[in-house]
């Protein structure tokens, strides 16, 4: 199914979305006439997939794979996701990822991301644990009634 685009959406070209589900383009195309893939037209005619569809076949395959190494740990709050942007200087980095509907950001050492070897189009688990939650909230001008 093709729409054009009317609305903001983070896409990337067919070819980006061929290579980061490791398929050909050919079956991206077949896979869009079998209905399984939504796929949106640029201004300029150009066939893009929205991220959220990568997120999508991405979490299908996972869910389908039994012999996927896995990690344990006590954090349950995890976000499998696509790495869609990635700023790095000397020391820090900022690493974006694309979860579904969430968009994670993670503020990490630029030494991290090396030994990751992280790239965009990687595939990749945010990880949330947090031990402090804090609720606050904005203080009324005028006294309830």
Do not use: Y
């Not at 980061?20 to 869009?32: A, G, H, K, P």
């Not at 979860?99 to 992280?118: I, K, N, W």
Request: aromatic share 2%; net charge positive.
């Amino acid at each position: 199914m093709t729409i054009t685009a009317s609305r903001a959406e983070s896409t990337i070209r067919v070819g980006q979305a061929a290579e980061m589900l490791q398929v050909s383009i050919e079956t991206l195309r077949r896979w869009e006439t079998d209905g399984r893939l939504r796929t949106i037209r640029s201004s300029g005619g150009q066939r893009m997939v929205p991220i959220g569809e990568i997120t999508r076949l991405l979490a299908e395959r996972r869910a389908q794979s039994v012999d996927r190494a896995s990690v344990t740990g006590s954090a349950r709050n995890r976000f499998p996701g696509i790495v869609t942007r990635i700023e790095k200087d000397l020391v820090a980095a900022v690493v974006e990822v694309i979860a579904g509907p969430h968009r994670m950001v993670s503020l990490m050492t630029a030494e991290a991301v090396d030994e990751l070897q992280l790239q965009v189009g990687d595939e990749a688990v945010c990880v949330v644990k947090a031990t402090n939650v804090i609720v606050e909230k904005s203080m009324r001008k005028e006294p309830r009634a």
